[in-house]
């Protein structure tokens, strides 16, 4: 009511801030948006719509602050000690593999001082800067690897881990397929008991993650039925992709998987419903509060939905495809470079990479999705998910150096065949959805403006001739007058 009173008051000439005065001349009204300014405020609204609201008092403490002089100043205690106090082994190896470390270290302190900032700020800044940096000395490692003959390299991993550079031994994976085994009397369900290891767990935990990385429950079966499918491709390469039917679609996708991605879903809705209201330790006044507070200091600072929208236009479709390719390239590495390597499955080496993805993968999706949703701010990709792309085709391309003889076996006809039709589905659908489409809507569109036109015309056209005639006539008397 009081914006109607004043654009009143203003419109009769009372005075005040919304008035004209006498002789006053009204501001002319602003002009009408283009069709460019108009697109980019609905993109605007689109994506503060996916934006969940932060309140925020700005509490900055020793917590917060950056520490670029301490690091350093312990760094160069570190260094001086070690050159001035300490007394060099005569041990060649030994002084290789420490002096790796402490370049690594030395890499790592400026990295988490000195980087730049990425989406996420929780728990801590630098807790992101420092997988940023181990990021990019695990890109240097496999760069190193990867320049390596066949040998020294898998001899370089002995210096890691003396236990590693043997070949791995022959493992039966299929086998028996049955659920109730009769010839079994003592434990008929040996099959199904055998299948319940470590990797149950993983599986769920995994895919739990992953939901949390790609917010979308769509991309995410997608991916998960999408690998079966590989494992079914290329078990006549990787013999432990061998498994039974019931442990592929069952326990895979159905239990594991899709149980995984039901509690990222649930949580995701936790996280966008959640208020994210940031308030300092030391101002909340109860423990209960303070507790709580750090608690969540280990939950994100705000959240953002993603919303892909594949089918919106070519740009958005050939991303999410670009996505879910390396989403699975990540996956076959992980198998293939056990092989290659000669790392089994068990070792700490393989859990450290999945480890390393897990918290690397979220950040590299939020700047994709950045990058993807808003170009015009995001112009450039973002460092993590550069090195993430970086990281995910130079390990396939150690792969395909170190043993191309697996990676070159015959894939079996049929299988080609259906991968042929579901590459071609895809080209069909792509060419239909962003072109064919595209083109029947603009010329339906343009015939329908062609059949209005004339209509139109008849409305607005001039006088007749007569109505002319008349007109000229009456100017020629005036003119007279």
Not at 215 to 221: L, V
Not at 255 to 261: F, R, V
Not at 266 to 272: P, R
Request: net charge positive; aromatic share 16%; proline share 6%.
């Amino acid at each position: 009511m009081r914006g109607a009173e004043r654009r009143a008051g203003g419109a009769w000439g009372l005075g005040g801030s919304g008035g004209l005065w006498e002789g006053q001349t009204p501001d002319p009204p602003p002009p009408p948006p283009n069709n460019g300014s108009l697109r980019l405020l609905l993109d605007l609204l689109s994506r503060r719509n996916t934006e969940c609201e932060v309140f925020d008092d700005g509490t900055n403490t020793f917590f917060w602050r950056a520490h670029t002089v301490t690091v350093l100043f312990i760094l160069t205690c570190v260094l001086v000690y070690v050159t001035l106090l300490e007394e060099t082994p005569q041990d060649t190896a030994f002084n290789t593999k420490r002096g790796i470390v402490a370049s690594i270290l030395v890499f790592l302190c400026f990295g988490v001082t000195q980087a730049k900032d990425g989406p996420f700020t929780r728990p801590h800044p630098a807790y992101w800067r420092f997988w940023l940096c181990v990021t990019v000395v695990y890109e240097l490692f496999l760069i190193f690897i990867l320049f390596q003959t066949v040998h020294d390299g898998r001899q370089f991993m002995k210096f890691i881990d003396p236990k590693l550079g043997v070949p791995l031994p022959e493992r039966d994976y299929g086998g028996n397929c049955l659920v109730y085994d009769p010839g079994n009397k003592t434990d008929p369900f040996h099959n199904l008991w055998d299948k319940m290891d470590g990797f149950v767990p993983a599986h769920f935990l995994g895919w739990y993650i992953k939901t949390l990385m790609i917010r979308d429950w769509w991309m995410c079966m997608i991916i998960s039925v999408m690998f079966e499918f590989l494992e079914y491709s290329l078990e006549h390469q990787l013999p432990n992709f061998s498994e039974c039917w019931w442990d592929h679609w069952i326990m895979d996708v159905l239990l594991c998987n899709s149980l995984g991605i039901y509690c990222g879903m649930k949580t995701l809705g936790w996280l966008s419903m959640k208020p994210y209201q940031w308030q300092g330790l030391w101002s909340i006044p109860t423990y209960k509060g303070k507790i709580k507070r750090i608690a969540f200091q280990f939950t994100p600072y705000s959240w953002v939905n993603f919303e892909w929208k594949p089918a919106s236009n070519l740009r958005r479709w050939l991303a999410v495809l670009g996505i879910i390719f390396m989403f699975l390239l990540a996956e076959l590495n992980t198998f293939y470079l056990k092989f290659v390597l000669w790392m089994p499955p068990e070792h700490y080496l393989v859990l450290l990479r999945l480890v390393f993805f897990v918290n690397v993968g979220g950040v590299a999706m939020r700047e994709i999705y950045d990058f993807m949703d808003d170009p015009k701010f995001h112009k450039k990709l973002g460092q993590q998910a550069w090195l993430v792309a970086a990281i995910t085709v130079t390990e396939f391309l150690i792969v395909v150096k170190y043993d191309p003889n697996t990676i070159m076996l015959p894939i079996p006809f049929f299988v080609t065949q259906c991968w042929f039709l579901g590459i071609f589905l895809i080209l069909s659908w792509t060419l239909w959805r962003f072109f064919i489409r595209d083109i029947t809507l603009r010329y339906k569109e343009t015939r329908r403006r062609q059949q209005e036109r004339p209509v139109g015309n008849d409305s607005s056209a001039g006088p007749s001739g007569r109505s002319r005639l008349n007109g000229s006539w009456d100017s020629l008397r005036q003119r007279r007058s």
